[in-house]
């Protein structure tokens, strides 16, 4: 870790106006949240397509519900790292500046970025099977499972399974930060999940400079202009 030059992002950092950054599980891991894939991974134990799908939902709500419960109980304890508070001191210096999550956790809210465009829901909001309404809940554990609305339908979790479409026009305000941006952070993500992934080539190829940080190589290290292998607590605080 400390061998790292980082020199030459800190420049890129410092002189972009704009700046974009997607970020994934791996910021929150050293905040106590486990990631999905990878050492620790949530999806060890747990097999996604069981859990994060529609399909698993209408199977056993109880049973996916269980996993949300358990996983809100986790993040209720967890508090912002140094990686979530240098995003905040980020967003205060750039005039231009998104911060683009994969996150469910509301993490990078409690830190307190304002400008977050959450690709994949929120894990504190519930909304109806029936009606659609969607309400925040921050209860942990909640009462009974599943809860319910007002109007006696089931609630799910307010987040993106696969399969499922992203919230709208989420996904085209994302691909315009991150075409507007001169430097694209890419922290804690797999970059296995799309269309997330997807943002990571298309910043480059708008003229971005990528910067990637990640404990472990990703299929994009090899196509970023830097790629930084170490925890993002330790190496953000240092490059903004
Ligand atoms: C550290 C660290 C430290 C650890 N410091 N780093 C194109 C190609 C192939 C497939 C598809 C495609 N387009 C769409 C698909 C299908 C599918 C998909 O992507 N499948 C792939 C798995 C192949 N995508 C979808 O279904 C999406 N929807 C969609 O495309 O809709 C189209 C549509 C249109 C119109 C109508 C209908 C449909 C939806 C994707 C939803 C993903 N949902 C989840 C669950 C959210 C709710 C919840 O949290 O429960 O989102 S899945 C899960 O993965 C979660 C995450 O946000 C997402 C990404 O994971 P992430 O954040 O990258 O975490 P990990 O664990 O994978 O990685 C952690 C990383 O951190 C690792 O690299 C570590 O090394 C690193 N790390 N400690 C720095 N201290
Ligand atoms: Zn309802």
Not at 147 to 168: K, S
Not at 202 to 225: C, F, L
């Amino acid at each position: 870790m400390s061998d790292l030059d980082l020199s030459q992002p800190r420049e890129w950092i410092a002189q972009a106006a704009g700046i974009a950054i997607l970020t994934g599980a791996g910021i929150s891991a050293e905040s106590g949240v486990p990631t999905f894939r990878g050492a620790g991974g949530l999806w060890n134990d747990y097999r996604a397509e069981d859990l994060a799908t529609p399909e698993a939902f209408t199977r056993d709500p109880k049973l996916v519900w269980q996993w949300y419960n358990w996983r809100r109980e986790l993040i209720a304890k967890a508090e912002p790292n140094p990686a979530h508070h240098a995003l905040v001191q980020l967003e205060i210096r750039k005039r231009i500046f998104t911060l683009i999550t994969q996150n469910v956790d509301g993490l990078h809210d409690r830190a307190g970025n304002g400008k977050i465009l959450k690709l994949h829901g929120d894990i504190w909001r519930l909304r109806c099977m029936q009606c659609g309404a969607n309400w925040p809940d921050r209860r942990v554990p909640l009462p009974k499972l599943p809860p319910h609305c007002q109007c006696g339908g089931i609630a799910r979790p307010n987040v993106v399974w696969f399969g499922e479409p992203l919230p709208d026009g989420m996904m085209k305000e994302a691909e315009h930060a991150s075409e507007s941006a001169q430097v694209f952070l890419v922290i804690g993500t797999s970059a296995n999940v799309y269309p997330a992934a997807s943002l990571i080539p298309y910043a480059r190829q708008s003229g971005a400079k990528v910067i990637e940080i990640n404990t472990e190589e990703t299929p994009y290290s090899n196509a970023v202009d830097c790629a930084l292998r170490g925890p993002a607590g330790e190496i953000l605080p240092k490059l903004v």
